[in-house]
């Protein structure tokens, strides 16, 4: 069983940045391929990014491309997505998600969970 705990949200205005972290324990990481997601209040999960095992791809949803960028650190359990230029429409609950297939973009692939972390961006 994975536990995943993401952390680095907040509230920052548009344009700013965040660095939001995934920690994993549990399992083996390197086993999991990663993702995040993201869930505004009434709205479906929406897929964000994921990032393969060995970080040799990655994946991206065309409403962030170019701003945000997936990384993990497999000595750390660890994946992070840094988001640049960020827009009031980024405002969402932020969950990262863990596969053992080879990345996905879609929520109903991905065995574990994180609670998630809040991200507001102000106008």
């Known amino acids: 069983q994975v536990q995943l705990v993401e952390s680095g949200g907040g509230l920052v205005q548009a344009g700013g940045s965040l660095r939001l972290s995934c920690a994993a324990s549990?399992?083996?990481?390197?086993?999991?391929?990663m993702g995040w997601f993201r869930q505004a209040p009434g709205e479906e999960h929406e897929f964000v990014a994921a990032?393969?095992?060995?970080?040799?791809?990655?994946y991206y949803a065309d409403s962030v491309k170019g701003r945000f960028a997936i990384s993990r650190d497999n000595a750390k359990n660890t994946v992070y997505l840094q988001m640049n230029s960020l827009k009031p429409e980024d405002t969402a609950v932020y969950h990262c998600?863990?596969?053992?297939?080879?990345?996905?973009?879609?929520?109903?692939?991905?065995?574990?969970w994180g609670q998630g972390t809040q991200v507001t961006v102000s106008s």
């Open positions: 998600a863990a596969t053992i297939g080879s990345g996905s973009r879609y929520y109903y692939e991905y065995d574990y």
């Open positions: 990032i393969t095992w060995s970080s040799s791809s990655t």
């Open positions: 549990g399992g083996t990481f390197t086993t999991y391929a």
